[in-house]
């Protein structure tokens, strides 16, 4: 699925593959099973590169701690990236501009006094602003603890939980606002209230890609609210780009990992729905045949790459995967990765609510987690996407393109059907998504935009997230 979004009109034929492992028993007990053809979202244009100019630069431009190492309590600044190799046209203004800036530099070190104080107010405003979120959610248990006395509420790490939310979930899947290139308008106090938000329902997030220095502005916030969070990185390279894209995205890695380190980092994913997206192009199916292997070809060289990388900057320890849709795993690509992440969406295979759940963890094991199952290197496997919509958009007005509606009742069904059983067995999965995406209301039209948990302003929906 792309960076979060879909599309619900390719249907997917079901290939006979086997599940990939897990750390532990992946198998689901416990579920009524019935199967049937499974379906994935729309490709995104995401892509990045990003100026952060405007936001506080608080970064030492000599330190850059590696993994184990002490980290400042003040956080440094993600650095946007200088140097792309094969970069498009379209972002050429962008780099020129960023060039100009870095002869400006050693401004930085004079202004940082004044940047400190930016970023000091950057705080109270996540925590003033989290706080007037909370109040407002919609479920009638969602008011916020006051910021515990003593403490600094000008530290983001001092922030206020909201008593409705539970770190039930095993993972989320998460793109920061406004991380598509060529606009780029992410930010690193929006990211921060992202992560004191998901730090309250789950320890470990996936990202999709690496464009508009999103790992950068993850790792930031994950350092300066302090919370127990880990997070796959990911690589969104393209089909058609002979690898700009790729290579874009690993310099961004690179300089995340180089500034931050790889404490809170378990992997790199490389690929999303890359075999999907090349195949189906080429009018074919199979994932292991001629239009899959040529796919292979290209991300098996991108995730040598990456490791290559990973040792050369002594981080071997993270983990280097790949995801895809679920029925749609190269054998090759699969063979080559410790890990392998799945989507498998129970509403895009048209599924009841009531068998959503049964239908999600029999797919997933006797398709994705006995495939790799089979193979030499037995990569471990996750569901990397599952969930259910909650609405609609005016480009298809019927929410109910499927057996069951889609509403926050059947989301919150989902939940509690899939998400404690799920993690009592053992299964590792990525839960679609932390908050509703607007852009692909008017991009792709249909439920594309209505799978948070939480709503586009950061409001939990009406839901009850059970203790697991």
């Not at 104080?117 to 109270?124: E, N």
């Not at 809170?264 to 090349?278: R, S």
């Not at 989507?343 to 295979?349: D, E, I, K, Q, T």
């Amino acid at each position: 699925m792309q960076q979060g979004g879909y599309s619900s009109t390719m249907t997917m034929q079901q290939v006979p593959y086997r599940d990939t492992q897990m750390s532990t028993s992946p198998t689901l007990q416990g579920y009524d099973t019935s199967s049937s053809g499974v379906a994935t979202h729309a490709h995104s244009p995401f892509d990045s590169s990003h100026n952060l100019s405007t936001e506080p630069t608080l970064r030492n431009p000599t330190h850059h701690p590696l993994a184990g190492q002490p980290i400042s309590t003040v956080p440094y600044m993600p650095v946007p990236q200088t140097n792309y190799q094969n970069i498009e046209g379209r972002n050429s203004d962008w780099l020129e501009q960023s060039q100009k800036a870095s002869k400006r530099s050693r401004w930085i070190v004079i202004g940082s006094i004044l940047t400190l104080v930016a970023l000091i107010a950057a705080g109270v405003a996540v925590g003033v602003t989290l706080s007037k979120k909370s109040s407002n959610n919609s479920s009638s248990s969602s008011s916020s603890s006051a910021v515990p006395a003593g403490t600094n509420p000008n530290d983001p790490s001092n922030f206020p939980k909201n008593t409705a939310l539970v770190n039930s979930f095993y993972g989320i899947a998460y793109t920061p606002l406004g991380s598509q290139l060529p606009d780029c308008g992410n930010t690193l106090t929006e990211v921060i209230e992202d992560i004191q938000l998901l730090s309250q329902i789950t320890t470990t997030i996936r990202l999709y890609g690496a464009d508009c220095n999103q790992s950068s502005l993850v790792l930031a916030a994950i350092q300066a609210t302090k919370v127990n969070m880990s997070v796959y990185l990911g690589n969104y390279p393209a089909v058609n780009d002979n690898g700009a894209a790729y290579t874009r995205q690993k310099g961004e890695i690179q300089t995340a990992l180089q500034q931050y380190g790889g404490a809170n980092v378990l992997g790199i994913t490389v690929g999303n729905e890359f075999i999907l997206d090349y195949i189906t192009q080429q009018g074919q199916s199979d994932p292991n045949g001629v239009a899959g292997q040529a796919a292979a070809a290209m991300l098996v060289p991108w995730i040598s790459d990456t490791r290559s990388m990973l040792s050369s900057m002594g981080l071997s320890n993270i983990l280097v995967g790949n995801a895809d849709a679920g029925s749609y795993f190269n054998n090759e690509v699969l063979s080559a990765v410790d890990y392998g992440m799945a989507n498998v969406h129970p509403w895009f295979a048209n599924q009841s609510i009531e068998n959503a759940a049964a239908w999600t963890a029999d797919f997933f094991n006797t398709t994705d987690y006995a495939l790799a199952q089979s193979l030499p290197n037995k990569p471990k496997m996750f569901i990397a996407e599952t969930g259910w919509p909650t609405g609609t958009s005016s480009f298809n007005a019927n929410p109910n393109d499927g057996p069951s509606l889609a509403s926050t009742d059947n989301l919150q069904i989902f939940i509690n059907d899939f998400a404690c059983q799920a993690t009592k067995n053992g299964t590792g999965y990525f839960f679609f998504e932390f908050s509703d995406e607007p852009w692909k209301n008017t991009t792709y039209g249909g439920v594309e935009g209505y799978w948070g948990l939480f709503d586009s302003n950061k409001n939990l929906k009406n839901i009850t997230i059970p203790p697991c």
